[in-house]
């Protein structure tokens, strides 16, 4: 996807030959149930329900432990046992497909 900044960039038509109108990626067509909100300046933004549904979810998982302590004591325990088996084969292969993906 091309962004164009400031006309610097290759500009990408939809097709028609024209440039598309101004919109974000999904397009307006695609975005139903806009929510309308404005503060005490008088300025005015609109939210689509998928970004409402984005900020619900946000404030969900914001709530969630960062940590899940239970899984790291069970691990702890099973590591002062020997109980806990590492594939370091497997440990260096995910390492290598993280770094080179």
Same mark, same amino acid.
């Given at each position: 996807?091309?962004?164009? @900044?400031?006309?610097?960039?290759?500009?990408?038509?939809?097709?028609?030959?024209?440039? !598309?109108?101004?919109? =974000?990626?999904?397009?307006? /067509?695609? $975005? !139903?149930?806009?929510?309308?909100?404005?503060?005490?300046?008088?300025?005015?933004?609109?939210?689509?329900? $998928?970004?409402?549904? *984005?900020?619900?979810?946000?404030? $969900? &998982?914001?709530? *969630? !432990?960062?940590?899940? $302590?239970?899984?790291?004591?069970? &691990?702890?325990?099973?590591?002062?046992?020997?109980?806990? =088996? @590492?594939?370091?084969?497997?440990?260096?292969?995910? @390492? &290598?497909?993280? /770094?080179?993906?």
């Amino acid at each position: 996807m091309v962004n164009d @900044i400031n006309g610097l960039t290759p500009t990408v038509t939809n097709g028609t030959g024209k440039k !598309p109108s101004r919109v =974000d990626s999904v397009g307006a /067509e695609n $975005q !139903p149930a806009l929510e309308t909100t404005s503060d005490a300046t008088g300025d005015n933004f609109a939210l689509s329900s $998928q970004a409402q549904l *984005l900020s619900k979810l946000e404030a $969900q &998982i914001s709530r *969630l !432990p960062e940590v899940d $302590q239970d899984r790291v004591d069970a &691990i702890r325990d099973a590591l002062n046992r020997g109980q806990f =088996d @590492i594939d370091s084969f497997s440990l260096a292969q995910d @390492i &290598i497909n993280f /770094e080179f993906k």
